[in-house]
C-alpha cells in the first residue's frame, strides 16, 4: 500500500478520533458512555499503529508530527494520574521530575546560559571597578549590604529583611518578633513568597514568546552578580560566600530550570508544528508546569536553608563550605541521576514517551 492510499483509508478514523479526543478533553473519560470508551481505546492503538507505521516507512515528518500529537493527547487522557496523594507527590519528585527535567535538558542548559553567564560577567567586573556597583544596585541597597555583612554586624532577622526588600525596610522594622524559632519561621515564609515569585516569573513570562523569561533571567543574573561583586569588593567575602553557599544550591538551581521551563512555554508558541498554537501549550505546557512545580519545590527547600542555617554565627563558616559544597553536590546527583533505576516505570507525558507507548502497541498488534 502507498502513502496515499494509507492516508485515505485511515484518514476517517483519524478524524473520528480527533473528534472523540475533543468530546472526551470537555469532560472526564470515565463519564463517557462505555461504548464510547471501548470505541476510544481501540482507535487510540490503531492510530498508535499508523504512527508506528508512517515513521518506519518515513512517510513525511508532518503527517508523523500530526498523528503524534493524537497519541500523546489520546494516551494523556486515558492514563491520566489519579487525585495526587502523599504516594504521588514522593513518586513525582523523586522519579517523575528528575526525569522530565533531564528530557527537557537543552532548555535548562540556555537558561543557565541566560542566567549564570551574565551572572558571572557582572560579579567579575564589579568585583574589579566596584564604582560601577552603582549603575545596578541603588546607593540605598548598598548600605545596607555594607551594614548586612560588615565586620560589626550580624545577620540578624531585621538586617536580611531590610536587605532583601530594599524600599520595604521600614515597614519590616515594624514586624512583630517573637522569640528565634518564631523569627526564623517568619522568614522561612517571606524566603518562600520571594523566591517562588522570582521563579513563577521566570516560568510564567514565558507565555510572551520566552521574551519575558530571557528579560528575568538577564536581569536577575546581572543584579546578582553585581551584588555579589560588590559586597566582595568591600572586604565582605567570606561572611558573605559562607551565608549564600548552601541555599544558593537549591535557590540558583532553581531559578535557571523554572526559567527553562519559560522558555520550553515560549517554544511551544514560536514553533507549534502541526499543531495550532494552543494545542502546542496543551501538550508542552503539561510538561513546563511539572517542571516549574519542580522548582517551586526545590525553592521552598532553599527558603528553610536560608532562614534556619544560613544566618546562624554559632555554625563556623568553614562548616557552611562543607555543608554546602555538598548540598550543590546533592543538587547535582538528584538531577542527573534520579529515577534512573526504574524507567520501566515511566509514566507518559511527553512525546517522546507516547512514541514509546505506540511501539508498545505496535508490538502488541503484531504478536496478536
Given at each position: 500500500m502507498n502513502k496515499h492510499k494509507f492516508i485515505q483509508e485511515r484518514r476517517p478514523h483519524w478524524k473520528r478520533f480527533e473528534a472523540l479526543l475533543e468530546n472526551a478533553s470537555r469532560k472526564s473519560i470515565s463519564k463517557l458512555p462505555t461504548k464510547e470508551i471501548s470505541n476510544y481505546s481501540q482507535l487510540l492503538r490503531e492510530?498508535?499503529?499508523?504512527?508506528?507505521?508512517?515513521?518506519?516507512?518515513?512517510w513525511g515528518q508532518d503527517l508523523i508530527s500530526y498523528l503524534n500529537d493524537l497519541v500523546a493527547r489520546g494516551h494523556n487522557l486515558f492514563y491520566s494520574a489519579p487525585p495526587a496523594n502523599l504516594a504521588g507527590v514522593y513518586h513525582y519528585l523523586a522519579f517523575e521530575f528528575p526525569r522530565l527535567f533531564r528530557a527537557n535538558m537543552g532548555y535548562f542548559l540556555t537558561a543557565c546560559l541566560l542566567f549564570f553567564l551574565p551572572l558571572g560577567i557582572s560579579w567579575c567586573v564589579v568585583q574589579n571597578n566596584p564604582s560601577l556597583a552603582s549603575r545596578v544596585i541603588p546607593a540605598e541597597m548598598m548600605s545596607q549590604f555594607d551594614q548586612m555583612y560588615g565586620e560589626d554586624s550580624s545577620l540578624s532577622t531585621e538586617s536580611e529583611e531590610s536587605a532583601e526588600e530594599g524600599q520595604e525596610s521600614d515597614e519590616s522594622e515594624e514586624l512583630p518578633l517573637g522569640n528565634y524559632g518564631d523569627q526564623r519561621a517568619l522568614m522561612a515564609g517571606f524566603y518562600i513568597n520571594h523566591?517562588?515569585?522570582?521563579?513563577?516569573k521566570?516560568?510564567?513570562?514565558?507565555?510572551?514568546?520566552?521574551?519575558?523569561?530571557?528579560?528575568?533571567l538577564l536581569f536577575n543574573g546581572i543584579y546578582l552578580g553585581a551584588v555579589s561583586g560588590y559586597i566582595i569588593s568591600q572586604g565582605n567575602g567570606d561572611r558573605f560566600l559562607s551565608f549564600v553557599i548552601s541555599h544558593g544550591s537549591f535557590e540558583l538551581t532553581a531559578i535557571a530550570v523554572a526559567g527553562g521551563a519559560g522558555l520550553m512555554l515560549g517554544n511551544a508558541l514560536i514553533h507549534p508544528g502541526q499543531r495550532t498554537r494552543f494545542q502546542s501549550l496543551q501538550v508542552r505546557g503539561l510538561e513546563a508546569v511539572q517542571i516549574a512545580g519542580g522548582a517551586a519545590v526545590m525553592l521552598v527547600i532553599a527558603a528553610f536553608i536560608e532562614a534556619f542555617w544560613s544566618p546562624s554565627d554559632d555554625i563556623p563558616s568553614s562548616v557552611k563550605y562543607i555543608v554546602g559544597s555538598g548540598?550543590?553536590?546533592?543538587?547535582?546527583?538528584?538531577?542527573?541521576f534520579a529515577g534512573l533505576q526504574s524507567n520501566s516505570q515511566l509514566k507518559p507525558v511527553g512525546n517522546k514517551r507516547q512514541d514509546s507507548a505506540a511501539e508498545t502497541d505496535l508490538n502488541r498488534e503484531r504478536q496478536a
Open positions: 492510530v498508535s499503529h499508523d504512527l508506528a507505521t508512517i515513521r518506519s516507512r518515513g523566591n517562588v515569585g522570582i521563579a513563577l521566570c516560568f510564567a513570562l514565558g507565555i510572551l514568546l520566552g521574551i519575558g523569561t530571557v528579560y528575568t548540598l550543590w553536590l546533592i543538587v547535582f546527583i538528584y538531577l542527573g
